[in-house]
Nanobody
Framework: QVNLVESGGGLVQAGGSLRLSCTAS???????MGWYRQAPGKQRESVALATANGDTRYADSVKGRFTISRDSTRKILYLQMNNLKAEDTAVYYC?????WGQGTQVTVSS
């Protein structure tokens, strides 16, 4: 069993920043991890991926504003979110293989 615990969500004004963290119960070096989000009434979508070979990939809607990073020693995955927009409001989840965290709410007020 793998446990993933997200933190760092909250309420922020448009244009503001938040940093999400996902702490894993196992070492994830060499494994792809990602951040996903789900807004009310919408399907869950991929936001950012940090692949096993060190590459990063972003949804077009967050390119240039969000940065995914990983601290394999501390077993933490980060998502730095800058210049937040109202449409970024969603529950954000981290994922490792088939395992998901419980999510953290991000609300951006316009």
């Amino acid at each position: 069993q793998v446990n993933l615990v997200e933190s760092g969500g909250g309420l922020v004004q448009a244009g503001g920043s938040l940093r999400l963290s996902c702490t894993a119960s196992i070492q994830f070096a060499g494994r792809t991890m990602g951040w996903y989000r789900q807004a009310p009434g919408k399907q869950r979508e991929s936001v950012a991926l940090a692949t096993a070979n060190g590459d990063t990939r972003y949804a077009d809607s967050v390119k240039g504003r969000f940065t995914i990073s990983r601290d394999s020693t501390r077993k933490i995955l980060y998502l730095q979110m800058n210049n937040l927009k109202a449409e970024d409001t969603a529950v954000y989840y981290c994922r490792l293989d088939r395992f998901w965290g419980q999510g953290t709410q991000v609300t951006v007020s316009s």
